[in-house]
């Protein structure tokens, strides 16, 4: 109401004034469109309220809050079912942990309607007894860290980017990703941090297919000679070859695709063996590997190779 005000009296003024369609139309085109939504509008809110207070407490921070806004076909009455907040919210707040490289704790502190939003906040940290000379509290935090490393990750998604600088972050998104798939909906997330900045993002039905295509395993095969000694064997084709005497030294399980193989050997506990093997890595387009698994091609000269990391 209050956003229609100023041209009610604009109207007043200018009465039965034949030129006032024109003039209006003019004074418009001069201030020109504001498009903006309600998350914007908070933000700059907020900004405001923090820039009062720093006039007089230099120091003043705002609390910190996570939205989270739901949408789908079953979101129209604005209510959060319970099987969705047992499936997301974990996933928000591992994501987030991940993206902070430390762990973010979130409380939930309201629902409200327009799709389904979900109100968050971090949870606040203990206070300790005040130390004389303590270091002054970090301008940001680990909350907000993650929700930028976060949001841009969450961006490249959307626009369907090469996501590898944040391979360590994929997993923990692709489990957010497949929640959301679970119930066909998407997720929109506004951050409002305690400076007053903002930051936005979303995953929709567009970022979870390119999630579902990075997933996506291809082989990378490579010979390798495996030396050591044998400290566990399995009838149905399987050895475990340890390279060194120390407790720590690497052990590879070597498959045998016809065990029979194996038998021939007649191999023992305890025995030195020179195996050439296919090393073979399953990677997702992100570059993670999936699964490694070492499988015996035959015999190698005795002559040791370096330990192939796995």
């Known amino acids: 109401m209050n956003g229609d005000s100023w041209r009610e009296r604009r109207r007043a003024l200018l009465g039965d004034d034949p030129t006032a369609e024109d003039k209006t139309a003019r004074l418009l085109d001069e201030m020109g469109v504001e498009d903006r939504d309600d998350e914007e509008i908070e933000a700059e809110h907020r900004?405001?309220?923090?820039?009062?207070?720093?006039e007089y407490a230099p120091?003043?921070?705002?609390?910190?809050?996570?939205?989270?806004?739901?949408?789908?076909?079953?979101?129209?009455?604005g209510a959060l079912r319970f099987q969705w907040g047992d499936a997301l919210l974990h996933p928000v707040e591992a994501a987030i942990s991940?993206?902070?490289?430390?762990?973010?704790?979130?409380?939930?502190?309201?629902?409200?309607?327009?799709?389904?939003?979900?109100?968050?906040r971090p949870v606040a940290a203990t206070a300790a007894s005040p130390e004389p000379y303590a270091l002054e509290a970090p301008t940001t935090s680990a909350a907000s860290t993650g929700m930028r490393t976060l949001t841009e990750l969450l961006a490249a998604l959307e626009s369907e980017s090469d996501v590898r600088e944040w391979a360590r972050l994929f997993d923990a998104v692709d489990s957010l990703s497949r929640a959301l798939g679970r119930y066909?909906?998407?997720?929109?997330?506004?951050?409002?941090?305690?400076?007053?900045?903002?930051?936005?993002?979303?995953?929709?039905e567009r970022g979870r297919r390119h999630v579902e295509r990075l997933r996506e395993t291809r082989d990378r095969d490579q010979e390798i000679t495996i030396s050591g000694r044998i400290t566990e064997l399995r009838e149905s084709g399987w050895v475990k070859v340890k390279t060194g005497t120390a407790k720590n030294a690497y052990a590879y399980d070597v498959r045998f695709e016809e065990p029979e193989d194996l038998l021939r050997m007649r191999p023992a506990l305890g025995d030195n063996v020179h195996f050439r093997v296919r090393f073979?890595?399953?990677?997702?387009?992100?570059?993670?590997?999936?699964?490694?698994?070492?499988t015996y091609l035959g015999p190698a000269a005795e002559q040791t190779s370096l330990p192939l990391d796995p």
């Open 47 to 54: 900004a405001s309220r923090l820039a009062a207070a720093r």
């Open 59 to 77: 120091e003043a921070r705002l609390d910190e809050e996570l939205q989270l806004r739901l949408t789908g076909p079953d979101t129209e009455a």
């Open 98 to 120: 991940a993206a902070a490289g430390t762990p973010v704790l979130l409380e939930l502190t309201g629902v409200s309607a327009g799709s389904t939003v979900v109100h968050a």
């Open 184 to 204: 066909s909906l998407d997720l929109g997330m506004t951050w409002y941090a305690a400076d007053g900045g903002m930051r936005r993002a979303q995953l929709t």
């Open 280 to 294: 073979r890595q399953r990677l997702d387009s992100v570059g993670i590997a999936r699964s490694t698994e070492y």
